[in-house]
């Protein structure tokens, strides 16, 4: 088993406030949505930040298996990026609330210290990410085009 360094638990912290913030500001700039689908958004919501904090305060030992060290924590950070860049342009409620649950899932996996449900969070929430995109892109594809100059 492998100890995280503070830099890389820092940089978790990190990860896991900056999802946080894409989650809050799809809240914001979705407030059409129905009460209960939005508690369930909030409810995760509260759960990556609280993951946040006690990431950037605690001093517990964040275990995740030797090998997959690196590779696991290059993959919340690239994860990261993308959601910054994307999860607020989710067109179905639903799946930004699956998005939202998966990183709280992976903030309650770091906290348990078993590096088997690290992994297994990390892949949950690499597959739900993908899973998904398609609702991104028909955002896309439906945006209005702009006007042809006469």
Sequence with gaps: MAQLD???????ADNFLAMAKAIGAYRYNN???ETELDQKINESHKSVLKYATKLYTVSAIIIIADEDV???????????TQIKGTYAK???VQKAIDVAASIANLGAALFSK?????GKSINDLVNIWKKSIPSIQAKRKT???PKRKI
């Design 6 to 12: 503070f830099q890389q638990v820092h940089d978790l």
């Design 31 to 33: 407030p059409g949505i």
């Design 70 to 80: 690196q590779n696991s924590l290059s993959t919340i950070s690239d994860i990261t």
């Design 90 to 92: 989710l067109q179905k």
């Design 114 to 118: 078993d590096p088997a449900a690290v």
């Design 143 to 145: 945006a209005i085009k």
